[in-house]
């Protein structure tokens, strides 16, 4: 018996606890979009600094190409 006088209030400190922490994230904006995250995952990354369409846009890299080219074929 004198142990429920300890664990019925530290249930109830729990259970606050957790309802506080909750109401926090959802007045932070956790859940505010959840569909996102779950599309991302089936999108490529892109390159954070778009030097691709720099570099292809220069003309570099058809260089790089082309200069590849002319060097001997691998052996298979």
């Known amino acids: 018996m004198p142990a429920l006088y300890i664990?019925?209030?530290a249930a109830l400190l729990i259970?606050?606890?957790?309802?506080?922490?909750?109401?926090?994230?959802v007045d932070s904006?956790?859940?505010?979009?959840?569909?996102?995250?779950?599309h991302s995952i089936l999108f490529d990354d892109q390159d954070p600094q778009h030097t691709a369409a720099v570099e292809e846009a220069k003309?570099?890299?058809?260089?790089?190409?082309?200069?590849s080219d002319q060097?001997?074929?691998?052996?298979a």
């Open 71 to 75: 060097q001997a074929p691998p052996h």
């Open 29 to 38: 904006g956790q859940y505010d979009d959840l569909d996102s995250p779950a």
């Open 59 to 67: 003309g570099t890299q058809r260089a790089a190409i082309d200069k």
């Open 7 to 9: 664990m019925i209030p």
């Open 15 to 25: 259970v606050a606890i957790a309802i506080f922490i909750f109401f926090w994230a």
